[in-house]
Antibody
């Protein structure tokens, strides 16, 4: 069955970096794009951008340009999100979600809670 | 960017009620709207795509309709397992944008 399994929760200090992963299984990884979605505590969903899993090209939403990097380990069917110079406002749950040519998000990872606190 | 205005932000219903949530897009989205259910601590779950197509496994008490800029999502005969937050998503173009969400609570 199709699964997106994300890495575990992270506790970081301001200024540090974090890398979270999203491992796909049950389908051909490069046939579907991977998106990233942020959800701050008690807030709604915000699209961060996506990565073309065939070419590796990332596209970032305006609010996520600069400190955010999407990458792939295609041989391991894994997409990664790295956030550098962490700020308190990066405290959130980060979801990966796949989309096909139909463009909506059909499968989601379970989410990774990143807490930034001094 | 397309803005998705979702209302109401919260909704109180009794078991068996019918509830309706609306999303208005800032421009025509040609029916490219999906609806998601999210329970606390869980990932969103796709319920409806392309305005009104129920995803496999979505109970028939859920429905969607609309066109152009205006869309709605309904639950007839609310059940206890429907208590959750609901979000619309436009996927006509980038950036993808979500509605602000609707929290459904039991009266």
């Amino acid at each position: 069955q199709i699964q997106l399994v994300q890495s575990g929760p992270e506790l970081k200090k301001p200024g540090e970096s974090v890398k979270i992963s999203c491992k796909a299984s049950g389908y051909t990884f490069t046939d579907y794009a991977m998106h990233w979605v942020k959800q701050a505590p008690g807030k709604g969903l915000k699209w961060m951008g996506w990565i073309n899993t065939y070419t590796g090209k990332p596209t970032y939403a305006d609010d996520f340009k600069g400190r955010f990097v999407f990458s792939l380990e295609a041989s391991a069917s894994t997409a990664n999100l790295q956030i550098s110079n962490l700020k308190n406002e990066d405290t959130a749950t980060y979801f990966c979600a796949r989309s096909g040519t139909t463009r909506y998000f059909d499968y989601w990872g379970q989410g990774v809670m990143v807490t930034v606190s001094s | 960017d397309i803005q998705m205005t979702q209302s109401p932000p919260s909704l109180s219903a009794s078991l068996g009620d019918k509830v309706t949530i609306t999303c208005q897009a800032s421009q025509n989205i040609n029916k490219y709207i999906a609806w998601y259910q999210q329970k606390p601590g869980k990932a969103p779950r796709l319920l409806i795509r392309y305005t009104s197509t129920l995803e496999s496994g979505t109970p028939s008490r859920f429905s969607g309709s609309g066109s152009g800029r205006d869309y709605s999502f309904s639950i007839s005969n609310v059940e206890s397992e429907d208590i959750a937050s609901y979000y619309c998503l436009q996927y006509v173009n980038l950036p993808r944008t979500f509605g602000g969400g609707t929290k459904l609570e039991l009266k």
